[in-house]
């Protein structure tokens, strides 16, 4: 009898672990983080003083930073984050001798995300605002060397001093696509299109019609804990 037993235990067990095996996971509400990094590759798009399309080349960059799931609804969450972003673009100005404009960014993007279960992990597709605001820049021209200034209004004064100005505050929208798997690993292709014009405005400069906005996109891989 005891053998029998043990016997129907085995076989309800063989039948039962297959329809188990195959049921979905009970969503997961909880709050994770995780930390993140990729290259991108970056430039400014937009309209130069006579109001002509810029046609700056692309420059490599990077983001680094953390953000948090939140969820919201099954398979939906927010997603806050916070990181460093490098920026910029480059331009041959002539044969053989290259501008670099280098752009540093802290930024907040929120993202929206879709995160259903695709095979042994899930899908990933998000899309939001972002938020950035300048700490620290440079421009390269041969051997010279100048700071970025962070100012949204540029006076007379300003202009005696060498470098570049930018305006401090960046904003616009950030696309993703990826694939995380169970063990918290991820990756993902995304973007960022600026929104907000980043050119200053210039003390006594009237007629201009400059307007610098930023794009990226890259290849990045995270963990969430």
């Known amino acids: 009898?005891?053998?029998?037993?043990?016997?129907?235990?085995?076989?309800?067990t063989?039948?039962?672990?297959?329809?188990?095996?195959?049921?979905?996971p009970r969503p997961d509400m909880g709050i994770h983080p995780a930390v993140q990094a990729g290259g991108y590759l970056q430039t400014i798009?937009?309209?130069?003083?006579e109001g002509k399309?810029?046609?700056?080349?692309?420059?490599?960059?990077?983001?680094?930073?953390?953000?948090?799931?939140?969820?919201?609804?099954?398979?939906?969450?927010?997603?806050?984050?916070?990181?460093?972003?490098?920026?910029?673009?480059?331009?041959?100005?002539?044969?053989?001798?290259?501008?670099?404009?280098?752009?540093?960014?802290?930024?907040?993007?929120?993202?929206?995300?879709?995160?259903?279960?695709?095979g042994n992990g899930h899908m990933l597709l998000g899309i939001g605002p972002y938020?950035?605001?300048?700490?620290?820049?440079?421009?390269r021209y041969g051997k010279d060397n100048d700071k970025i200034k962070f100012k949204s209004k540029v006076s007379i004064s300003d202009l005696s001093s060498a470098g570049a100005f930018i305006k401090p505050l960046d904003a616009g929208a950030g696309v993703l696509f990826g694939y995380e798997l169970y063990s918290g690993l991820y990756f993902l292709i995304?973007?960022?299109?600026?929104?907000?014009?980043?050119?200053?405005?210039?003390?006594g400069l009237t007629g201009n019609k400059a307007a610098f906005r930023n794009?990226?996109?890259?290849?990045?891989?995270?963990?969430?804990?």
Request: aromatic residues 14%.
């Open 215 to 225: 794009f990226g996109f890259g290849l990045s891989a995270g963990f969430r804990f």
């Open 190 to 203: 995304d973007g960022q299109l600026g929104l907000l014009n980043i050119y200053p405005e210039y003390e």
């Open 1 to 12: 009898m005891k053998t029998k037993l043990i016997l129907l235990a085995v076989i309800l």
């Open 53 to 118: 399309d810029l046609n700056y080349d692309l420059n490599p960059g990077f983001r680094a930073g953390v953000n948090f799931n939140i969820p919201i609804a099954p398979d939906l969450y927010i997603q806050p984050g916070l990181g460093l972003a490098l920026k910029g673009f480059s331009q041959e100005i002539i044969a053989g001798k290259r501008m670099k404009v280098s752009l540093y960014y802290a930024e907040i993007p929120v993202n929206f995300l879709f995160r259903p279960q695709v």
């Open 131 to 139: 938020a950035g605001y300048g700490v620290t820049g440079s421009k």
């Open 45 to 49: 798009y937009g309209k130069d003083f």
């Open 14 to 24: 063989g039948i039962a672990s297959p329809s188990f095996s195959q049921t979905r």
